[in-house]
């Protein structure tokens, strides 16, 4: 018997729909649980493609899997879900009214192309004369004024960025639907929202407070997003770690935890008296693609810290399979100092061996990876003002309770989840994000079914016609 | 290939070349068998006329690094004019589309089980919240104060309990167990077992979720000195009688030792990390350098120490600032707890690598931060309700990363998987709320019909299907269709498609839709030509 219980929406003026700000895998977790469910998540996403940190990783711990093998089809399926709509190069201007009905004013800047026209043939890509450095590699690459972050990309579309475009229109000469749009406008709209997940994310930290390790001055000190992205096959050296010095392939790797976090020094900046939670973990999942791609004659791996934080599920597995089978050598210590020859670009560590208590130097390193932390992103405070919510003294979006009602904030009908309240792993980023959707939907009326989109049935014919096709062989071994 | 413009290749061609059946070479169907149906049903052709993807990866590319090219090469047609084969054969498969029941069970009445119970109830559907004990709060309830802000365990699961009462769609049903589900996905016969009467109910839901939180790791015999040395007792043990404030003297050199339980060798017992004893220690210590500002405090970890939770590496600098020692162990040369033969307690004695000194502590309280574990009773709820384990032991979820939540079994819902700490217990219980709700919000669920069929030409009604029980699921009857002529019939909704009555089927009356006898010789044929 069908239970008669559940709210009827019936010719209801309140919202159904949900707005979740942020497009990375919290969000998109969010927007998924509420999509599934009936109601209509709307995503404003600051750049021109969803998935946020998450999708521009390589591997994921424990399993090592490709973390593109998931996210592009998942990301695809957001993508052309009826109940989402993904509103790139977009932010929150102003929020009005409360809980269960908000008006919600977006900006969304030009793009410059036809959104209904670009296939994302990225033509206009290979003709652009201009290349700017990449903020999607952090630096590491160039790409050009119009671009795509990389080309499974959604929503599937060029963007020119108009600040280094020098306006010569050779873009607009090649693109064979006329996309180009140069008189494009930044628009405002308003949205009629029930609830508001936030669901911002992080950036990493950039150490150059660090001056001991010449992060910013010595080229082959990187830290652990940007090493990530040289593994990555849409990365800036095609899935080929290297020197950034001189492009050679590294025969002595070191990995320094805790660049950022368990540090209370005044100058570094930003909250950092945190651990991390994630950083050793990641940092473990960098040394293991190292050796899965160089042996252990080839490049030797050393990796420092103060204490493995390993502590989510498979992850204490992981830690005792990179120490005893994968030939890294574990030293326990924090470094001192970076030293680096000018001529070769090597580098040299000082460092105490608390294990042993000696005070050791490692010489003739090629590349030091700095395992960086979290910090809050760009515009959490103006943002916070906006949703009338607050900051904790850490800097991150302030829950409700720290136990009990975590994913909530001061205000009613505003949620938060993932990275925007502090650091964590994908595990607990996707369980927050369908967390948030369920306490946004719950304090909303039962949304009215869409009307299914009908598709013609093909025309078949009696006599099978077979289609085969292929992912090609780059795509399968890449995906090892 | 599976991202959006790869998938569109596979429509527009679908569609140029009029195509009728697709098959697709590159990882495996469980990755991408979904990806590639839409892509399908996109162009207007059934998603059933997909086969693969063909495993020319997992099957090919990483397994056979090293035989020569022609070989490889070989092995992939193989692979492809096999699915090939099958995919001519293919059929479409009926999805029936049922009304759900709009009431979700909540297995465990801790703090997670009653969050998740509030927040389904508010959206206006009926929760029946089980609860093996006589009481709700779980774990809670033996708690004093919790992590970060040391705020009371007891406020907390008062408020919720408060708040449960008062919430007319919640039915909370106490001492008892989930024993079977019965039904169909929407639709399930859920049959509870009090413990106190024997008395069995069936109750019809749509979803469930299970919240049914963690137990500690019990010592063995001697563990640390556990049940032969005075003064051993877990942080279990410390916090309940911290609650019950029993400690009115301050103890003396109280010392933690770290993962007992927790981060075995391989082979020795559990090796996974259990997350939250680390911060649970610290935030003890802080209790008890509060309660006894003169004691000298020690805490033994186990070569690296996991202040996890947020707030605890400030709180474990706090506690180390105000004199709490730390000392580090590595498991080749672990602490040993004895009987003091001068008192009534115990000397532990610990190598600490960071000073370099052997320690010998005399103690009357050594507290054993214990490892958490699944529920020592959870076999008996993955038999009855058909989900699984992971190999640490603690319930099985469909992908660690990306579907934490989801189980074999459509519509059952994990609200734990592994050891967490309240706020991780409570969102990853929302979470499954969330997925819970998914179908109760749209009323309807879609069945797959991927069963067992009869040819009533062949069927001759010989009841070896019937009578030999080879049924795991009781889908299959005989009826009358004439006097004295007996068919078989399969109960579509109880059927999983396993196949076992179509092996025993002597005239091959019984097929599996999709899998047809026909189909799987064919392939098999095709793989084997040369």
């Given at each position: 018997m069908v239970s008669e219980s559940g709210k009827k929406s019936g010719?209801?003026?309140?919202?159904t729909d949900v707005l979740v700000i942020g497009a990375g895998m919290a969000g998109i977790s969010a927007a998924l649980d509420l999509a599934d469910g009936g109601h209509h998540a709307h995503m404003i996403e600051?750049?021109?493609?969803?998935?946020?940190?998450y999708v521009a990783i390589y591997k994921i711990f424990p399993?090592?899997?490709?973390?593109a093998c998931v996210m592009t089809p998942l990301t695809s399926f957001v993508g052309k879900h009826s109940n989402i709509t993904i509103h790139p190069l977009s932010q929150v201007q102003k929020v009005t009214g409360s809980a269960g009905n908000f008006t919600v004013t977006i900006h969304q800047k030009a793009r410059y192309v036809n959104p209904d026209t670009c296939?994302?043939?990225q033509l206009c890509v290979r003709a652009c004369p201009v290349e700017v450095p990449n903020e999607y590699d952090h630096g590491l690459s160039l790409r050009k004024a119009?671009?795509?972050?990389?080309?499974?990309?959604?929503?599937l579309l060029a963007t020119i960025d108009r600040d280094s475009?020098?306006?010569?229109?050779t873009c607009a000469g090649v693109c064979p639907q006329d996309c180009?749009?140069?008189d494009d406008e930044d628009k405002t709209y308003d949205l009629n929202v029930g609830s508001i997940v936030v669901a911002t994310g992080y950036q990493e930290y950039?150490?150059?407070?660090?001056?001991e390790y010449g992060y910013g001055i010595f080229p082959n000190v990187v830290t652990s997003l940007e090493y990530d992205r040289q593994t990555h096959p849409t990365g800036p050296t095609d899935s080929h770690m290297i020197r950034?010095?001189?492009?050679k392939e590294p025969e002595k790797i070191l990995f320094v935890n805790c660049v950022g976090s368990r540090d209370v020094r005044?100058?570094?900046?930003?909250?950092?008296?945190?651990?991390?939670?994630?950083c050793c973990s990641f940092g473990l999942k960098l040394a293991q693609v190292t050796r899965m791609h160089y042996p252990a004659d080839h490049c030797e791996i050393i990796y420092t810290y103060?204490?493995?934080?390993?502590?989510?599920?498979?992850l204490e597995e992981f830690l005792w399979d990179t120490q005893h089978t994968k030939d890294i050598n574990f030293v326990r210590g924090r470094i001192a100092e970076i030293y680096e020859?000018?001529?070769?670009h090597d580098l040299s560590v000082k460092m105490e061996d608390t294990e042993s208590g000696e005070i050791i130097e490692i010489e003739d390193i090629s590349m030091v990876v700095l395992n960086s932390s979290f910090r809050p992103n760009e515009g959490q405070e103006e943002l916070a003002k906006i949703l009338k919510i607050e900051i904790s003294e850490e800097g991150w979006f302030k829950e409700k309770?720290?136990?009990?009602?975590?994913?909530?904030?001061?205000?009613?009908g505003v949620f938060i989840a993932g990275c925007a309240h502090g650091p964590k792993d994908g595990t607990d980023s996707v369980n927050e994000g369908k967390g948030a959707a369920i306490l946004a939907h719950s304090t909303l009326p039962l949304p009215t079914p869409k009307e299914k989109e009908i598709i013609p049935p093909a025309e078949i014919t009696e006599e099978p016609r077979v289609g085969v096709s292929f992912a090609t062989v780059e795509e399968l071994l890449v995906t090892r | 290939m599976c991202s959006d413009p790869g998938q569109a290749l596979v429509t527009e061609a679908i569609k140029e070349h009029k195509l009728n059946r697709v098959v697709v070479g590159s990882c495996s169907p469980l990755q991408h068998e979904a990806t590639f149906r839409r892509a399908l049903e996109a162009a207007g052709?059934?998603?059933?006329?997909l086969v693969g993807p063909?495993?020319?990866?997992?099957?090919l590319a990483l397994v056979h690094t090293t035989v020569p090219k022609e070989v490889r090469q070989e092995k992939a047609q193989d692979l492809i004019r096999s699915s090939i084969a099958k995919a001519i054969n293919n059929e479409i498969v009926p999805i029936k589309s049922l009304e759900v029941t709009r009431t979700t069970m909540v297995v465990g009445g801790g703090v997670s089980g009653m969050t998740a119970s509030l927040d389904i109830a508010k959206k206006g559907f009926d929760v029946i919240l089980v609860e093996?004990?006589?009481?709700?709060g779980g774990r809670l309830n033996e708690l004093y104060r919790i992590f970060?802000?040391?705020?009371s365990a007891q406020d907390m699961v008062d408020d919720l309990i408060a708040r449960i009462e008062k919430e007319k769609r919640i039915k909370a049903i106490f001492n008892s167990t989930v024993v079977k589900r019965d039904g169909s996905y929407g639709n399930y016969d859920i049959t509870l077992r009090d413990s106190t009467t024997n008395e069995e109910t069936i109750h019809r839901i749509g979803t469930m979720a299970i919240t049914v939180g963690t137990d500690t790791y019990v010592p063995k015999q001697?563990?640390?000195?556990?049940?032969?040395?005075?003064g051993v007792m877990t942080t279990l043990d410390l916090e309940k009688k911290l609650k019950a404030g029993e400690l009115k003297k301050p103890p003396k050199n109280p010392i933690f030792i770290h993962c007992v339980g927790s981060r075995?060798?391989?082979?020795?017992?559990?090796?996974?990390?259990?997350?939250?004893c680390c911060s649970a220690a610290i935030t003890m210590q802080k209790e008890l350098s509060e309660m006894f500002p003169d004691i000298k405090i020690f805490s033994a970890y186990k070569e690296h120490i996991r202040?996890?939770?947020?707030?605890l590496e400030e709180m474990w600098r706090e506690n180390r600032q105000h004199g709490v020692a730390y000392l580090r162990w590595v498991r080749e040369n672990p602490v040993t707890v004895e009987k003091d033969p001068d008192s009534d307690g115990a000397i532990v004695t610990v190598y600490d690598t960071l000073s370099q000194e052997t320690f010998k502590i005399k103690s009357d309280m050594v507290i054993l931060a214990v490892g958490l574990e699944a529920p020592h009773d959870v076999g008996d709820l993955v038999k009855a309700v058909g989900i699984t384990r992971s190999q640490d032991g603690f319930l099985a979820e469909m992908?660690?990363?990306?579907?934490?939540?989801?189980?074999?079994?459509?519509g059952v819902f994990l609200g734990v998987t592994y050891a967490k700490n309240v706020a991780d217990s409570i969102n990853q219980a929302r979470a499954a709320a969330s997925e819970a709700t998914q179908p109760l919000n749209l009323g309807t669920v879609e069945i797959e019909l991927l069963t067992a069929d009869v040819d009533e030409d062949l069927?001759?009604?010989?009841d070896l299907c019937n009578y030999s029980e080879i049924c795991p699921y009781d889908a299959i009857s005989m009826i009358?269709?004439?006097?004295g002529v007996k068919k078989s019939i399969t109960d579509e909704m109880a059927c999983?498609?396993?196949?076992a009555c179509t092996a025993i089927c002597p005239t091959g009356a019984r097929d599996l839709r999709w899998w047809r006898e026909k189909s799987i010789l064919e392939q098999t044929e095709e793989m084997l030509r040369e």
């Amino acid at each position: 018997m069908v239970s008669e219980s559940g709210k009827k929406s019936g010719a209801t003026t309140k919202p159904t729909d949900v707005l979740v700000i942020g497009a990375g895998m919290a969000g998109i977790s969010a927007a998924l649980d509420l999509a599934d469910g009936g109601h209509h998540a709307h995503m404003i996403e600051k750049t021109v493609s969803i998935g946020g940190n998450y999708v521009a990783i390589y591997k994921i711990f424990p399993a090592l899997e490709c973390s593109a093998c998931v996210m592009t089809p998942l990301t695809s399926f957001v993508g052309k879900h009826s109940n989402i709509t993904i509103h790139p190069l977009s932010q929150v201007q102003k929020v009005t009214g409360s809980a269960g009905n908000f008006t919600v004013t977006i900006h969304q800047k030009a793009r410059y192309v036809n959104p209904d026209t670009c296939t994302g043939c990225q033509l206009c890509v290979r003709a652009c004369p201009v290349e700017v450095p990449n903020e999607y590699d952090h630096g590491l690459s160039l790409r050009k004024a119009i671009y795509f972050n990389f080309p499974q990309q959604i929503p599937l579309l060029a963007t020119i960025d108009r600040d280094s475009c020098i306006g010569c229109a050779t873009c607009a000469g090649v693109c064979p639907q006329d996309c180009i749009i140069y008189d494009d406008e930044d628009k405002t709209y308003d949205l009629n929202v029930g609830s508001i997940v936030v669901a911002t994310g992080y950036q990493e930290y950039k150490p150059f407070d660090y001056t001991e390790y010449g992060y910013g001055i010595f080229p082959n000190v990187v830290t652990s997003l940007e090493y990530d992205r040289q593994t990555h096959p849409t990365g800036p050296t095609d899935s080929h770690m290297i020197r950034p010095s001189d492009g050679k392939e590294p025969e002595k790797i070191l990995f320094v935890n805790c660049v950022g976090s368990r540090d209370v020094r005044e100058n570094i900046s930003g909250y950092s008296d945190h651990c991390n939670k994630v950083c050793c973990s990641f940092g473990l999942k960098l040394a293991q693609v190292t050796r899965m791609h160089y042996p252990a004659d080839h490049c030797e791996i050393i990796y420092t810290y103060m204490d493995m934080r390993t502590a989510g599920k498979a992850l204490e597995e992981f830690l005792w399979d990179t120490q005893h089978t994968k030939d890294i050598n574990f030293v326990r210590g924090r470094i001192a100092e970076i030293y680096e020859d000018p001529d070769t670009h090597d580098l040299s560590v000082k460092m105490e061996d608390t294990e042993s208590g000696e005070i050791i130097e490692i010489e003739d390193i090629s590349m030091v990876v700095l395992n960086s932390s979290f910090r809050p992103n760009e515009g959490q405070e103006e943002l916070a003002k906006i949703l009338k919510i607050e900051i904790s003294e850490e800097g991150w979006f302030k829950e409700k309770h720290p136990n009990t009602q975590s994913l909530e904030t001061n205000r009613p009908g505003v949620f938060i989840a993932g990275c925007a309240h502090g650091p964590k792993d994908g595990t607990d980023s996707v369980n927050e994000g369908k967390g948030a959707a369920i306490l946004a939907h719950s304090t909303l009326p039962l949304p009215t079914p869409k009307e299914k989109e009908i598709i013609p049935p093909a025309e078949i014919t009696e006599e099978p016609r077979v289609g085969v096709s292929f992912a090609t062989v780059e795509e399968l071994l890449v995906t090892r | 290939m599976c991202s959006d413009p790869g998938q569109a290749l596979v429509t527009e061609a679908i569609k140029e070349h009029k195509l009728n059946r697709v098959v697709v070479g590159s990882c495996s169907p469980l990755q991408h068998e979904a990806t590639f149906r839409r892509a399908l049903e996109a162009a207007g052709l059934s998603q059933y006329y997909l086969v693969g993807p063909a495993g020319l990866r997992e099957h090919l590319a990483l397994v056979h690094t090293t035989v020569p090219k022609e070989v490889r090469q070989e092995k992939a047609q193989d692979l492809i004019r096999s699915s090939i084969a099958k995919a001519i054969n293919n059929e479409i498969v009926p999805i029936k589309s049922l009304e759900v029941t709009r009431t979700t069970m909540v297995v465990g009445g801790g703090v997670s089980g009653m969050t998740a119970s509030l927040d389904i109830a508010k959206k206006g559907f009926d929760v029946i919240l089980v609860e093996k004990t006589d009481v709700l709060g779980g774990r809670l309830n033996e708690l004093y104060r919790i992590f970060p802000k040391m705020d009371s365990a007891q406020d907390m699961v008062d408020d919720l309990i408060a708040r449960i009462e008062k919430e007319k769609r919640i039915k909370a049903i106490f001492n008892s167990t989930v024993v079977k589900r019965d039904g169909s996905y929407g639709n399930y016969d859920i049959t509870l077992r009090d413990s106190t009467t024997n008395e069995e109910t069936i109750h019809r839901i749509g979803t469930m979720a299970i919240t049914v939180g963690t137990d500690t790791y019990v010592p063995k015999q001697g563990e640390y000195g556990w049940g032969e040395v005075p003064g051993v007792m877990t942080t279990l043990d410390l916090e309940k009688k911290l609650k019950a404030g029993e400690l009115k003297k301050p103890p003396k050199n109280p010392i933690f030792i770290h993962c007992v339980g927790s981060r075995q060798t391989p082979g020795e017992g559990n090796k996974y990390c259990s997350r939250v004893c680390c911060s649970a220690a610290i935030t003890m210590q802080k209790e008890l350098s509060e309660m006894f500002p003169d004691i000298k405090i020690f805490s033994a970890y186990k070569e690296h120490i996991r202040p996890y939770a947020n707030g605890l590496e400030e709180m474990w600098r706090e506690n180390r600032q105000h004199g709490v020692a730390y000392l580090r162990w590595v498991r080749e040369n672990p602490v040993t707890v004895e009987k003091d033969p001068d008192s009534d307690g115990a000397i532990v004695t610990v190598y600490d690598t960071l000073s370099q000194e052997t320690f010998k502590i005399k103690s009357d309280m050594v507290i054993l931060a214990v490892g958490l574990e699944a529920p020592h009773d959870v076999g008996d709820l993955v038999k009855a309700v058909g989900i699984t384990r992971s190999q640490d032991g603690f319930l099985a979820e469909m992908h660690m990363k990306f579907r934490p939540v989801e189980t074999t079994v459509p519509g059952v819902f994990l609200g734990v998987t592994y050891a967490k700490n309240v706020a991780d217990s409570i969102n990853q219980a929302r979470a499954a709320a969330s997925e819970a709700t998914q179908p109760l919000n749209l009323g309807t669920v879609e069945i797959e019909l991927l069963t067992a069929d009869v040819d009533e030409d062949l069927c001759v009604g010989c009841d070896l299907c019937n009578y030999s029980e080879i049924c795991p699921y009781d889908a299959i009857s005989m009826i009358e269709i004439s006097p004295g002529v007996k068919k078989s019939i399969t109960d579509e909704m109880a059927c999983e498609g396993c196949g076992a009555c179509t092996a025993i089927c002597p005239t091959g009356a019984r097929d599996l839709r999709w899998w047809r006898e026909k189909s799987i010789l064919e392939q098999t044929e095709e793989m084997l030509r040369e």
